[in-house]
């Protein structure tokens, strides 16, 4: 959609802004130097984001259910530890 | 699917090459835009540099099937936003010790010949403008866009974007009207 027509020029006012603009900025250039040092703030961006992009170690990469049990244990009897030890403590608190 | 579609999927996919080529295409349109709101060549190298290193951190985000442009004008019109407040906030205090310092000083007359320069009445008025009276001069009268586009990179309705233009224009009038009177004024006291 072009809404230009909907805002028509009254005067040469327009005439005068749009020349004004297009004399002063429409033939200015960033310097040549400014693309190397971009590219350089790039790859150091690019290597710093990957050191906060990790890789995560084999076993959590798994579901919680599907890790392997390199230790012989799973999750359900580090719960059942707890569990036994906070019974303990309880219990040794209450007498 | 865009021009830019391409490239933006390569940069997606972590080519700096892509990101080096997407430069090449938009540097002037972002350093023009960005040196005609802030008025700093340095400043405007800054924004241009930032405006495409948020392209390669946020490039995940970014839409490749539509064009690119619009992308880079509103982060264009962000930086130079957060440029000139930081600025002002040093600027301000700054140009009110000089103002005690050469008090009346300050208007004096400058050379005719200087005021008669349109440039430099017209880029000294629109500096006057308030920041979202100047953006959207600076992107319909130098960029060439539509009211629909500033809308859409401004993320505002077309109606906004015609009431900034008309207020700025307005302004504009009374501010070149201004300093089109003043030699008159001044030779009254010379």
Request: glycine share 4%; aromatic share 8%; hydrophobic share 40%.
């Amino acid at each position: 959609m072009n809404s230009r027509e909907a805002c028509p020029p009254r005067d040469d006012l327009d005439a005068r802004i749009r020349q004004s603009l297009r004399a002063a900025y429409g033939n200015k250039c960033p310097a040549r130097g400014v693309r190397r040092q971009l590219m350089d703030r790039a790859a150091e961006q690019r290597r710093d984001l990957r050191k906060l992009a990790l890789p995560l170690p084999d076993w959590l990469s798994h579901s919680r259910t599907a890790r392997p049990m390199e230790s012989g244990w799973n999750h359900l009897d580090y719960i059942s530890l707890l569990s036994a030890l906070g019974f303990v403590g309880v219990t040794y608190a209450i007498r | 699917m865009s021009q830019d579609t391409p490239l933006i999927q390569k940069l997606q996919a972590g080519d700096l090459e892509a990101l080096g080529a997407l430069y090449d295409q938009y540097r002037l349109t972002v350093y023009r835009t960005a040196l005609a709101v802030t008025r700093d060549p340095e400043a405007a190298e800054d924004i241009l540099q930032d405006a495409f290193l948020r392209l390669q951190a946020h490039a995940d985000q970014v839409n490749s099937e539509l064009p690119l442009a619009p992308w880079l004008y509103r982060v264009t019109v962000n930086l130079s936003y957060t440029w000139l407040t930081r600025r002002n906030r040093w600027r301000v205090p700054l140009g009110d010790f000089i103002d005690q310092l050469i008090g009346p000083a300050k208007h004096n007359p400058e050379p005719v010949a200087e005021r008669r320069d349109e440039q430099r009445l017209m880029q000294r008025a629109i500096d006057a403008l308030a920041f979202s009276q100047r953006v959207v001069i600076v992107l319909y009268y130098l960029n060439n866009l539509s009211l629909q586009e500033i809308a859409d990179i401004l993320g505002c309705p077309v109606g906004t974007v015609k009431s900034r233009l008309h207020y700025g224009r307005e302004n504009l009038r009374e501010l070149l009207n201004g300093d089109a009177q003043a030699p008159e004024v001044q030779y009254e006291f010379t």
